[in-house]
Nanobody, 122 residues
Framework: QVQPVESGGGLVQAGQSLRLSCAVS????????MGWFRQAPGKEREFVGG????????YYLASVKGRFTISRDNAKDMVFLQMNSLKRGDTAVYYC???????????????WGQGTQGTVSA
């Protein structure tokens, strides 16, 4: 059974950084494009960005481009989201998932994890 597991969230002040980690049980993550998503209170879940299976290509939501970096360690079957210069508007529950292509949000398997909360204070 495919099950994403996210970790690394926390409470930080604006301007600080967080690094999120993602593992997925049930699949060899190294074979798939991966995406990060987030859902802020009262808002729809949105696609933050994606990375190709080999890590060579990435896509970012315009509002995070230049501040967030997606990377992966295929030897460890892990994907990461480095978030720098955080803003209060980045406060959300962050999710990772297996996606069909690195530049789009279409899921390959419809299975969401519990996510990890990232909270940015003033």
């Amino acid at each position: 059974q495919v099950q994403p597991v996210e970790s690394g969230g926390g409470l930080v002040q604006a301007g600080q950084s967080l690094r999120l980690s993602c593992a997925v049980s049930g699949v060899a993550l190294r074979n798939y494009a991966m995406g990060w998503f987030r859902q802020a209170p009262g808002k729809e879940r949105e696609f933050v960005g994606g990375i190709s299976s080999d890590g060579a290509s990435t896509y970012y939501l315009a509002s995070v481009k230049g501040r967030f970096t997606i990377s992966r360690d295929n030897a460890k079957d892990m994907v990461f989201l480095q978030m720098n210069s955080l803003k209060r508007g980045d406060t959300a529950v962050y999710y990772c998932n297996v996606i069909v292509t690195w530049w789009a949000s279409t899921l390959r398997f419809y299975a969401w994890g519990q996510g990890t909360q990232g909270t940015v204070s003033a």
